[in-house]
């Protein structure tokens, strides 16, 4: 029997399977409405005053590049306008979820959480470089992009470290080990997680076409969140299972973003690696406090 198949066919029957909390809901329905005003938004956020203090601390930081010393929720809401704002709330609540979640021994909820920021930056990087507007979309896509793990983790253990053990025995990806070994990958995993909880339809093509992103709507941005992947990786920073090897220049999803970014050929991929780490340092001062 299948038992990654057997999970993920029945991931909407789970009792237990983490929420999504109803006010998180409210904003993304608000954001998306174009009826919708910043009064209306700044209403339901005041319900939670950790998700206050996560907008005003985005808003006064130098990670989205907003100007600083907004002391108002409104005025925050106004600056960095309400895509911006739904992303926000969406990593918020989903690293707090994370957090929360009793994760087992062999899974480092740390290194974990660094490789998903590391991405999360690296993609935000990569599109501000090649003055690409996802509306921070490739920052939230990039945190969220290896939620099947978590999944995996919580509901699957003894498979989880059957595809980490085999994945290093053999020297490929956790992605490859996993599709070898089950034919069900911690992508659908996490992209049907983020269906059953109602989630825009952009941010769940992207989290399952992250390993294909020639396969994905917006192929751009998932070959962003995959090159962003990859060059986390490279860089040593957090820790998902990949033991592969690749050349960048050959890589499917370098190829969509050189193609469809018009990107240079001279293009410097240091100054890439030269702002991570102090970025994902900004990033987890703004997220990873207060919960």
Same mark, same amino acid.
């Given at each position: 029997?299948?038992?990654?198949k057997?999970?993920?066919?029945?991931l909407?029957?789970?009792?237990?399977?983490?929420?999504?909390?109803s006010?998180?809901?409210?904003?993304?329905?608000?954001t998306?409405?174009?009826?919708?005003?910043?009064?209306?938004?700044e209403?339901?956020?005041?319900?939670?005053p950790n998700l206050?203090?996560?907008?005003?601390?985005?808003a006064?930081?130098?990670?989205y590049?907003l100007?600083?010393?907004?002391?108002?929720?409104?005025?925050a809401i106004?600056?960095?306008?309400?895509?911006?704002i739904?992303n926000v709330?969406?990593i918020?609540?989903?690293?707090?979820?994370?957090?929360?979640m009793?994760?087992?021994?062999?899974?480092?909820?740390?290194?974990?959480?660094?490789?998903?920021?590391?991405?999360g930056?690296?993609?935000?990087?990569?599109?501000?470089?090649?003055?690409?507007?996802?509306n921070s979309?490739?920052?939230?896509?990039?945190v969220?992009?290896? $939620?099947? /793990?978590?999944?995996?983790d919580?509901?699957?253990?003894?498979? #989880?470290? !059957?595809?980490?053990? &085999? +994945?290093? *025995?053999?020297?490929?990806?956790?992605?490859?080990?996993?599709m070898?070994?089950?034919?069900?990958?911690?992508s659908?995993?996490g992209?049907?997680?983020?269906?059953?909880w109602?989630?825009?339809?952009?941010?769940?093509d992207?989290?399952?076409?992250?390993?294909s992103?020639?396969?994905?709507?917006?192929?751009?941005?998932?070959a962003?969140?995959?090159?962003?992947d990859?060059?986390?990786?490279?860089?040593?920073?957090g820790?998902?299972?990949?033991?592969?090897?690749?050349t960048?220049?050959?890589?499917?999803?370098?190829?969509?973003?050189?193609?469809?970014?018009? $990107?240079s /050929?001279?293009?410097?991929?240091?100054?890439?690696?030269?702002? #991570?780490? !102090?970025?994902?340092? &900004? +990033?987890k *001062?703004?997220?990873f406090?207060?919960?």
């Open positions: 029997m299948n038992k990654l057997e999970l993920y066919d029945n909407d029957k789970i009792d237990s399977l983490p929420a999504f909390p006010i998180a809901f409210e904003v993304i329905n608000l998306r409405s174009p009826s919708a005003t910043s009064k209306d938004i209403g339901v956020i005041k319900k939670d206050v203090s996560q907008i005003l601390k985005v006064n930081s130098s990670f590049g100007s600083k010393d907004v002391s108002s929720l409104n005025h106004n600056l960095m306008g309400f895509l911006q739904e709330v969406m918020s609540v989903v690293l707090s979820s994370v957090k929360k009793p994760l087992h021994k062999n899974f480092n909820r740390d290194k974990f959480l660094e490789h998903s920021f590391g991405c930056v690296t993609a935000k990087i990569i599109s501000n470089i090649l003055n690409l507007n996802f979309a490739e920052f939230s896509c990039g969220m992009h290896d $939620m099947g /793990k978590v999944l995996l919580i509901y699957a253990p003894e498979i #989880l470290d !059957e595809i980490l053990d &085999n +994945a290093y *025995k053999e020297g490929i990806s956790f992605y490859d080990s996993e070898k070994l089950y034919g069900i990958n911690h659908m995993m992209a049907k997680l983020l269906s059953i109602g989630l825009p339809e952009m941010l769940i992207i989290i399952k076409n992250h390993h992103p020639s396969s994905a709507d917006n192929r751009l941005l998932a962003i969140i995959h090159v962003s990859l060059l986390t990786y490279s860089e040593g920073i820790f998902g299972g990949n033991y592969s090897k690749f960048l220049e050959e890589d499917e999803g370098w190829k969509i973003v050189v193609e469809e970014a018009n $990107m /050929k001279d293009f410097d991929l240091a100054f890439f690696t030269f702002k #991570l780490y !102090e970025e994902i340092e &900004n +990033a *001062k703004i997220y406090e207060g919960f």
